[in-house]
């Protein structure tokens, strides 16, 4: 079956933009997105990096008592400034504190952060772990000053941008296309075949991360205009409809209390009328004084559409916001949507899984894309220079792309290594980035693919079975207890590394009798 498709200029055309597109941000594409897929289980892993955090929380936590801790610790800390304290959940079960502190009059505000680990009750200052928090940041680039983040997102929109023309190119054939599918026949075909079927099935996925991760950095392209137009270039109105529940007014000259309602008792209420939903973060506007509001945001993860917020008066639990699910417009919805359909919060385990399945196969595009191009050039009509040259740069995205498979392994295994010092994240993020580094200049002498294949399945295979091994026995948490004691994430860290280390080893093994 055909459909009508472009005509022969517009075809070419489309063609060599698709191309040209593609292979310039291949390779930054592959990184974003394989960084990505293991950002996804940011939360599910924590415990893993971090042991202090596998003791389970046997009791709720008494946020008014975190409050009064932190104030004795800390007696700077300013209750009557804006306080926002991200909840803690089950894979995470530490709360983080952000306020100001106390100064003089005419200096300027001193912000102020601290976690809480309710186990034992601690505060700290200090990143104690990084693993989640490197992938996080690499995935949009952040580690590179400035342009970090903008680079990220005009990869995603020129990846829209190739999205969009490749089915364009492929439009006319889209149902031949599957049936024909073969890995008979040449590289070419088999590559064409890979990257056209592939690609066809997982664009819908790939075409929302493209145009929500173009929006996250890129932010200021599509707001900028909105708030010039619609809110006379002024930030606070934008703002108030967007996120009201952050915008709620409060006065200076508020006489300062001890009468208002307790946090603890504020939020047992809402959980009794609205037990489907779970706290993800709480901001405090003059906790000790009589206008106090407490602004509470709420999930309910089985449903697309169950995030919402309320704002309460500390006064007298009067509710002066209802933006809770159901209640909220569509100035409201868009931006908590956005995020929901990027990291995949609205489904539970199971959708992060497919979420995490259909990135490692958009990896699998961009590399059969870079191969196809290569391919494709390797016709009589080109000299050997250029064959050279395009051999060179394939050898180069494939090191790039590959190299990020061990070099996560490592990542991993050095979180529990490295000495926990006050240096401790900087060091752990230096092996990953110098390993990573190593890895890919030591692919740049492999001849070919083949060879480039086989070397870093056999890598990452190695230093993926060598993490649950780190695991058990610096910490002591073999498998096996980790179970008995129900530190399910953390087992599924450790089986998941497992897994992937002997499945790496066996396609290692496979392709040593021929890949091609």
Known sequence: MKLKGLSNRLYNITFHTHTVSGIVISFALYVIFFAGAFTLFKEEFYQWENPTARKTITTPVDYDEVLKKLKKQTPLFDLSEDITITAETQGRPLVYIYGHLLVKKGQPEEHYYTSYLPATEEFSKDEKTTIGETLYRLHFFDQIPIVGRYISGFVALFFAFAVATGVMIHWQNIFTKFHGFSLKGSLKNLWTNAHTVFGLLGMPFQFMYAITGAYYMLSFLVLLPVVVV?????????????????????????????????????????????????????????????????????????????????????????????????????????????????FATFGGLALKIVYFLMALLTCFVIISGVLLWKEARNKKNYTDKQKRFHHSVTMSYLAICFGLFPAIAILFSAELLVPNTADHVFNVRAIFFVSWLLLTIAGLFVKTETNATKLYLFLGGLFSLAVPLVNGIVTGDWIWGTLEKGNYFVVGTDLFWLITGILALFFGWKSSRSLY
């Open 230 to 342: 619609f809110f006379d270039g002024d930030q606070e109105k934008a703002f108030k409809v967007i996120i009201p529940e952050r915008m709620m007014e409060v006065s200076e000259k508020s006489p300062l209390t001890t009468r208002n309602l307790k946090i603890t008792s504020i939020l047992d209420s809402l959980k009794k009328e609205h037990n489907v939903l779970e706290l993800k973060y709480l901001q405090v506007k003059h906790y000790d004084r009589e206008d106090g509001v407490l602004s509470a945001s709420v999930d309910n993860k089985k449903v697309f559409t169950g995030e919402g917020s309320v704002a309460i008066s500390l006064r007298d639990g009067k509710i002066l916001l209802d933006r809770l699910p159901g209640n909220k417009g569509y100035a409201q919805s868009i931006l908590p949507g956005i995020a929901r359909l990027h």
